[in-house]
């Protein structure tokens, strides 16, 4: 159910190595997270030059539920976001694995991506 080659975290994000730029990774949420927040309205992202810390939140998603937190899986500088969210936020209920990614960080550590969870240990947390 949950793409084998990406890499997650416990707040229902996905990480993608490598992402479109070199050094950096991309992100976004899972079908999980999409399901549960409902319809997405509106996008609210980190800043291409910002610097993000793993943990700390960076961005939020509103549905038509409510608002939630989007809380960066790696820590490094954000290189890129969706622009294309600004228009058409529900391309992350639509698509979350890839039309609906959120943005993309250079990862000052890449082994900080080799420590989240695969797909098999994401889903036995949403089952445990």
């Not at 820590?75 to 890129?80: F, I, S």
Request: net charge negative; with cysteine.
């Amino acid at each position: 159910m949950y793409p084998e080659n990406l890499k997650y975290t416990s707040e229902h994000e996905w990480v993608r190595s490598p992402g479109e730029s070199e050094g950096s990774v991309r992100v976004g949420i899972t079908d999980f997270a999409q399901d549960a927040l409902g319809d997405i309205v509106y996008v609210s992202l980190p800043q291409v030059g910002d610097q993000v810390t793993a943990g700390d939140t960076c961005g939020e998603l509103e549905s038509t539920k409510s608002v939630s937190d989007i809380y960066a899986p790696v820590t490094g500088e954000v290189v890129a976001t969706n622009g294309a969210l600004d228009q058409t936020p529900e391309l992350v209920n639509s698509d979350p694995y890839e039309a609906g990614w959120l943005f993309e960080v250079n990862v000052a550590d890449p082994a900080q991506v080799d420590g989240l969870l695969d797909a098999a240990a994401y889903q036995a947390g949403l089952d445990g």
